[in-house]
């Protein structure tokens, strides 16, 4: 793997994305109730704090078996990866250890040689913390701008799959993109919000 990301909008973060499977979907792990930048700025804050070093990556053999603890206030550093530095430590690791026992450490396993969208979501959705709707995203990212395209992956991302569309990170490829899916997000949030408040007052 290796392809040139912007989804931290951060060279050297947006380069340990673009070259390390594991970063990627810690990046997607961490991608959950903070800016999309920060979250995958994560990755490479992690490799810092770790002592990777300026072209180090993230080890997930390391990560899987470091106390708990210990990872947790490294994660809670400031700045820190994330707005919930203690229970995002919790589910990298687990991330860590299941890949660890199920492919030796490999993350890119997840997705290498893998015939079908189908079993490609099936494999995303066993990860610890990735639901359907992260999966989706992650296999939209995976065949957009990395590479993989498994027969009928589009169709296993559902809407997130899409061409041309800017719903998700699969879409981000500069600033002008960014925003347009953060544009998107908002307008979902909004309808939402929206119907919640009418179901209420159709009570």
Do not use: N
Request: aromatic share 6%.
């Amino acid at each position: 793997m290796d392809v040139t990301l912007h989804l931290a909008q951060d060279p050297e973060a947006d380069a340990l994305l673009g070259r390390s499977p594991l970063a990627a979907l810690v990046g997607m792990l961490l991608d959950q109730q903070v800016p999309m930048e920060w979250a995958f700025k994560g990755p490479r804050t992690i490799a810092d704090r770790l002592g990777a070093g300026a072209g180090g990556d993230l080890d997930p053999h390391e990560i899987a078996a470091m106390d708990p603890e210990a990872f947790a206030a490294l994660l809670a550093e400031k700045p820190a990866v994330h707005r919930y530095p203690g229970s995002m430590a919790k589910r990298i690791q687990q991330l860590c250890q299941y890949l660890v026992e199920h492919h030796d450490g490999d993350a890119e396993a997840v997705w290498r040689g893998i015939p079908t969208g189908a079993e490609l979501l099936k494999r995303l959705e066993d990860l610890p913390g990735f639901g359907k709707q992260k999966a989706q995203i992650f296999l939209a990212l995976l065949g957009k701008q990395l590479g993989v395209t498994p027969q009928g992956w589009r169709e296993a991302a559902g809407a997130y799959g899409e061409a041309r569309s800017f719903r998700s990170v699969a879409d981000i490829t500069g600033p002008e993109s960014l925003d347009k899916v953060r544009a998107h997000k908002q307008e979902m949030k909004a309808a939402a919000k929206s119907a919640k408040s009418a179901k209420i007052s159709g009570k």
